[in-house]
C-alpha cells in the first residue's frame, strides 16, 4: 500500500491510465467502420427482442410505449450493453495481445498489468458512454420513451455496477493470461446475464432459487436501483432508505476484490509457467 | 553492486497435469558490472530466452535470485522494470496497427517516460536509428530492419540502465545489423549502460561483447572475457594452402597437431586447417605434409581463433 503514498507512482499510473485510454481511442478510430456498422447491430438487436414479435408497425410501437415495459427493458438492455464490454474486455484484449505478440512488452510496464487493465477500463468506458450513449438516444428518439437522467445520483449506481463488472473482468482476464481463449465461457456468462440479471425479464418471474442466484450477479441489484431511478422517478433517498445500494455496494466490492485477487494470482501462475505472453 | 547478477538460477518446467519435469536453467549464476556488454551465446533450446525473461522478471525462477542494480527481482519487480529494456525474440515489440509516434507515445507512457523527457529522448532515438521520417507511417508498413529498429528504440525509451536483447539483429542485412550494433555500443558506452545480448551472429558478439557466456542445455559452460576465452583455446592456427590433397593421416598421427580440417577451395586447392601448440611446430607439419608427395605448399597464414570455432568446440565438448 505504501507506494500510494509516493507522489511519483501515483503520476506514473495516471500516465498509464492515460496512455491505455489514449489507446482505446486510437483503435476506435483506426476500426471506426466496424464500431458504427456494431452500433446499427446493437439498434436491430435491440428492435428485434422487443417488437418482431409484435411487428414493426407504429402502432405497435406505439402500444408498447403506453406502459413502462418498454423503459424498463430498455435500462436492462443498455446495462447489458457495458456488462458484456465489460465482462470480456481484459479477456478479450490479452488473447489478441498474446497473439500478435505485444503482451510481453506490455507486462514489462514498471505499473504493473492491473493498473495497465483500469487504463483500458476507463478508456473503454468513455468510449462505450458516447457510443451506446447514441444508441440509447436513438432508442428514446424511435420508441419515445421516457427515461430520467439524474447525473449524479444514477451516474454513481452505474459506477458502482461496472465496478462489479470489471471485478469479473478481471477474473476471466486472469484466465485468459493462463488459458488464452475463453471466447465461448465469456459469451456464455454474458449472454446468461442478460436472462439471469432481469435485463428483459423481471426476476421476480423466476423460481426462488433462481432469483437467489440472480441477486447475487454483478449486474442485478444496479440495474434495480437503476430503473428505480429512471423509469419510476424515485428519488435518491428512497434509494438510499431501501438498503439497495448498500447491497450493491457490497455485491460490487466483493466481485472487485475475488476479481483482482484472482488476477493477480493467476498472473502470478502465467510467471511461473512461462505463460505471460505466449500463446 | 552489479548491474546484473544471478545466484544459482534454476527453472524447471513441467506440465499442469504432469510430473514430467524439463530443466531448462540450470543453475546460473552471472555477475555483470555497470558498463559491460556481454554476450550470451548457446545452441537452440539452450535456455537463453529463458534466461532474459527470468531477468526481465516475465518469468519466475524455480530456486534461485536475481539483483538488477543490487534490488532483488521478487521483492522489487516494478522498481527493476523501471531500469529495463527488452527487446525479446520472438515477440512483435511493438503494435504494427498503430504509428511509429503513436507506439512511442504508448510505450513511453506505460514505461513512465512522459512531458519534455520523452518528447526528447523519443526525438533523439528515432534520429539515431534513422527513423525520424517515419513517425506517422504504420508500422505494419515498415520493413522487418525498420520494425526491429522500432523495437530497440521501444527497448531503450525509458533510458534503462540494463538492456536485454534477445536477437536483436535477427533476419537483419547487412547495414541495418551494423547500424543496430554500433547504437548498442553507442548507448552502452557513452551513458554507461548494461548490455546482455543473445545472438546466434557469433562475430556480432565476438566484436562488441567484452564478455562471453556460454549456455549449453541449461548450464553455464563458460563465461569469461571474450579475449581470454580466445585465448584460452590458445594455440597458432594455421591455413595451409596446398596444390594436392595432403595425407590428413600422417598430420593427425603427429601430437603436435590439434582440430586438422580440410577443404577444397572452388580453385580446386585444397586449404588445410590446423593448430599447433607452438611456431616451431610448423616446420614438422611441413616435413609430414612433404613425405606424401602429392601436394604443394602454395601458401601458409596464420591466424586467430575465431569466438565461433571456440563456441562450437566448448558447445561439443
Known amino acids: ?279 | 553492486m552489479y548491474a546484473i547478477q544471478t545466484e544459482n538460477l534454476t527453472k524447471e518446467f513441467h506440465t499442469l497435469f504432469s510430473k514430467k519435469r524439463a530443466l531448462v536453467v540450470d543453475d546460473i549464476n552471472l555477475e555483470i558490472d555497470r558498463g559491460e556488454i556481454v554476450g550470451l551465446l548457446g545452441p537452440n533450446g539452450a535456455g537463453k530466452s529463458t534466461i532474459i525473461k527470468m531477468l526481465c522478471g516475465l518469468l519466475k525462477p524455480t530456486t534461485g535470485k536475481i539483483f538488477i542494480n543490487g534490488r532483488q527481482m521478487e521483492n522489487d519487480r516494478s522498481r527493476i522494470l523501471a531500469l529495463i529494456g527488452a527487446v525479446l525474440e520472438g515477440s512483435r515489440n511493438s503494435i504494427w496497427s498503430m504509428t511509429v509516434k503513436q507506439n512511442l507515445t504508448y510505450f513511453a507512457h506505460l514505461k513512465n517516460v512522459y512531458g519534455r523527457a520523452f518528447r526528447e529522448r523519443g526525438d533523439e532515438l528515432l534520429n539515431s536509428f534513422e527513423l525520424e521520417d517515419k513517425r506517422n507511417e504504420m508500422v505494419k508498413n515498415l520493413s522487418k530492419g525498420m520494425k526491429q529498429k522500432l523495437a530497440i528504440v521501444l527497448a531503450f525509451i525509458n533510458d534503462p540502465d540494463v538492456i536485454l536483447l534477445d536477437e536483436p539483429t535477427l533476419g537483419l542485412d547487412v547495414h541495418t545489423a551494423r547500424l543496430v550494433k554500433q547504437r548498442i555500443v553507442h548507448m552502452a558506452k557513452r551513458n554507461n549502460k548494461t548490455v546482455l545480448l543473445t545472438t546466434h551472429r557469433i562475430e556480432i558478439v565476438e566484436e562488441i561483447c567484452e564478455r562471453v557466456a556460454i549456455i549449453n542445455k541449461g548450464r553455464l559452460i563458460a563465461f569469461e572475457e571474450t579475449e581470454g576465452l580466445l585465448s584460452s583455446f590458445g594455440g597458432e592456427y594455421y591455413i595451409i594452402k596446398l596444390s594436392g590433397r595432403p595425407d590428413t593421416a600422417i598430420l593427425e598421427g603427429l601430437s603436435i597437431v590439434r582440430d586438422v580440417e580440410l577443404d577444397q577451395s572452388a580453385e580446386g586447392e585444397f586449404i588445410l586447417r590446423l593448430i599447433l601448440d607452438r611456431k616451431d611446430h610448423l616446420f614438422k607439419v611441413l616435413e609430414a605434409l612433404g613425405q606424401g608427395n602429392q601436394s604443394r605448399v602454395l601458401a601458409i597464414n596464420r591466424s586467430k581463433p575465431k569466438l565461433e570455432d571456440v563456441f562450437v568446440k566448448m558447445v561439443e565438448s
Not at chain 1, 458504427?36 to 422487443?50: C, D, E
Not at chain 1, 435500462?75 to 474486455?89: I, K, Q, T
Not at chain 1, 495481445?97 to 514489462?108: K, T, W
Not at chain 1, 492491473?114 to 420508441?143: E, H, Q, Y
Request: proline share 3%; net charge neutral.
Open chain 1, 1 to 279: 500500500m505504501s507506494r500510494w503514498w509516493n507522489p511519483d507512482w501515483v503520476i506514473n499510473v495516471i500516465y498509464v491510465l492515460y496512455a491505455e485510454t489514449l489507446r482505446e481511442f486510437i483503435t476506435l478510430r483506426r476500426y471506426f467502420l466496424e464500431s458504427i456498422s456494431g452500433l446499427v447491430m446493437v439498434y436491430i438487436l435491440f428492435m428485434g427482442f422487443f417488437f418482431a414479435s409484435q411487428g414493426f408497425s407504429p402502432q405497435a410501437i406505439s402500444l408498447t410505449n403506453n406502459s413502462d415495459d418498454l423503459a424498463h427493458r430498455t435500462v436492462g438492455f443498455v446495462l447489458w450493453l457495458f456488462a458484456l464490454n465489460s465482462v470480456g474486455h481484459f479477456s478479450n484484449a490479452i488473447r489478441d495481445e498474446s497473439h500478435i505478440g505485444v503482451m510481453e512488452q506490455i507486462a514489462l510496464g514498471p505499473s504493473g498489468l492491473i493498473v495497465d487493465m483500469w487504463g483500458r477500463a476507463i478508456g473503454k468506458t468513455i468510449i462505450d458512454c458516447l457510443m451506446l450513449g447514441l444508441v440509447l438516444f436513438i432508442i428514446i428518439i424511435t420508441t419515445r420513451i421516457s427515461l430520467s437522467f439524474p447525473f449524479f445520483s444514477a451516474g454513481l449506481v452505474f459506477l458502482l455496477t461496472l465496478l462489479g463488472l470489471y471485478g469479473l473482468g478481471f477474473f476471466f482476464g486472469g484466465l485468459a493470461l493462463i488459458y488464452k481463449r475463453l471466447g465461448s465461457v465469456t459469451v456464455v456468462v454474458r449472454f446468461g446475464f442478460l436472462i439471469l440479471t432481469g435485463a428483459i425479464t423481471p426476476i421476480e418471474n423466476f423460481p426462488e432459487w433462481l432469483q437467489v442466484i440472480s441477486k447475487t450477479l454483478p449486474m442485478t441489484e444496479g440495474l434495480k436501483i437503476l430503473r428505480l431511478l429512471m423509469v419510476e422517478n424515485r428519488p435518491f433517498i428512497y434509494v438510499l432508505g431501501s438498503g439497495d445500494l448498500l447491497l450493491l455496494i457490497v455485491n460490487s466490492a466483493l466481485y472487485l476484490s475475488i476479481g483482482l485477487i484472482s488476477f493477480k494470482y493467476l498472473e502470478k501462475v502465467a510467471r511461473e509457467r512461462g505463460l505471460l505472453g505466449v500463446y
